[in-house]
């Protein structure tokens, strides 16, 4: 048992059905039907080569997204090509989740065979539950269709979807109450990395938080500063334009009416009570860059002109980060200094990543851009532990049970089926 929760290490699987929740929710085209990139995929994989390997009739459950995640979801069948590749042997695919075609599917697996099913999604109380905000409690969950028809025919179930573990749905919170559950490697690999964050960093420590998503920034800096894991919290992006309007610079009238507009200005009040607890510990950046007639243009903090639309943290910050990050023993980042899509607004983010390329502290990223900034910039074998998990992780770091965890803990005591 690791944090409450079984590990693979501690189920006997040979000639057991396993159902095993996995995230391979991967960017799709759309036209092609092709996948994009398979980075979860293949970080799942040595969970299922091991349970397989072990003897498991292994089931597959997944859910994916089209271009809009949430309105549109696809079939998973392009993701069994890449499975049987990765794996060395045929994992099969079935147009089915639940119905008779799944279960008769199921019953006739041999050992070690692996079936993938179709896109949990599919399945309306998937779906609903959190699109419409219907909360229904775990045990509710092992009620809905998808859980009374799959758990009869399965032994075992194992989740390996930390990416998806804030999510309170029954493909991820159902089964455990009714069958023993655990945790698979890359569950339980990205677990122990982001609790070792939170617990015993090697100090100094420093956060660095950029990007949109404002409320989960300051979520997660009251957690870390609060908690004590921080200490030092760098802001950039949109998140380092709120603190300092809060802190009563001048940020441009642009930004505050895109603020605004995007409805975050009640934040302005929770970065003021941040500065007031922790005003020593954060850093704010003391430049900025907007775009003017097509050429980049810097600003001091304070002095934004009026049209001009902040789009990135200036040279100075950038210098002032990099030094921080150069003698820190642990960095965790998540979210962009600035919109680095864009060559002349890159130039903060840039700057980041390449100290996070050559310090010595140990390196963590989360969050689907700042992982497409790693690639962006070829930073990725630099960086220590690149978290597959965006919302999980920003929910774990902000020091909340999440869903998942809260199930397999319950699930990791049941040692016989419970129907
Ligand atoms: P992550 O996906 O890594 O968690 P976010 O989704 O929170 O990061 O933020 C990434 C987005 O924020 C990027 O698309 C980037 O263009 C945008 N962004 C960063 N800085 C700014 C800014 N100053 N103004 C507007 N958008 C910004
Ligand atoms: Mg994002």
């Given at each position: 048992m690791r944090f409450g929760i079984r590990t693979i290490?501690?189920?006997?699987?040979?000639?057991k059905t396993v159902l095993c929740r996995v995230d391979i929710n991967q960017p799709i085209d759309r036209k092609t039907g092709a996948l994009k990139d398979t980075t979860r995929i293949e970080a799942c994989i040595k969970t299922l080569r091991e349970l397989s390997g072990n003897g498991a009739k292994l089931v597959l459950l997944a859910h994916q997204g089209s271009d809009i995640e949430y309105k549109n979801f696809w079939t998973t069948e392009p993701h069994s090509a890449v499975l049987s590749k990765l794996l060395e042997k045929p994992v099969r695919f079935i147009?089915?989740?639940?119905g008779p075609a799944a279960r008769e599917a199921i019953s006739s697996l041999k050992t070690g065979d692996i079936l993938l099913l179709d896109n949990?999604?599919?399945?309306s109380e998937e779906q609903t539950l959190f699109e419409t905000n219907l909360k229904l409690s775990h045990e509710e969950q092992a009620k809905t269709l998808l859980v009374r028809k799959l758990a009869p025919l399965a032994d075992i179930y194992v989740c390996d979807a930390f990416a998806a573990a804030h999510r309170d749905q029954p493909s991820l919170c159902g089964f455990e109450q009714v069958l023993p559950s655990a945790m698979g490697r890359l569950f339980e690999e990205e677990f122990c990395v982001v609790a070792a964050l939170m617990e015993?960093?090697?100090?100094p420590c420093v956060f660095v938080l950029g990007g949109a998503k404002i409320n989960d920034a300051f979520m997660m800096m009251q957690a870390v500063l609060g908690g004590g894991a921080a200490d030092t919290v760098l802001s950039g992006g949109l998140v380092g334009e709120v603190l300092l309007w809060a802190k009563g610079e001048d940020i441009g009238e642009r930004a505050r009416e895109f603020i605004k507009k995007e409805g975050y200005e009640p934040l302005v009040d929770t970065a003021k009570e941040l500065l007031s607890k922790y005003r020593d510990k954060i850093m704010l950046p003391c430049d900025l860059a907007s775009v003017e007639n097509g050429a980049r243009v810097e600003h001091k903090a304070g002095a934004v002109p009026k049209n001009s639309l902040v789009l990135d943290i200036g040279s100075e910050t950038s210098a002032k980060y990099q030094k921080v990050i150069r003698s820190a023993k642990t960095v965790f980042v998540n979210g962009p200094m600035g919109v680095f899509e864009e060559a002349l607004t890159e130039a903060g983010t840039k700057a980041v990543w390449d100290a996070l390329a050559d310090t010595q502290a140990y390196t963590v990223i989360g969050g689907g851009d700042s992982i497409t900034a790693t690639k962006k910039y070829g930073r990725t074998p630099d960086i220590d532990y690149i978290c597959t998990g965006g919302g999980a992780l920003i929910r774990f770091l902000t020091g909340e049970e999440l869903p998942v965890v809260k199930a397999l803990r319950y699930g990791s005591k049941l040692t016989k089926k419970q129907i």
């Open positions: 290490d501690e189920i006997d699987v040979h000639n147009d089915d989740v639940c949990v999604r599919f399945v015993k960093p090697e100090r």
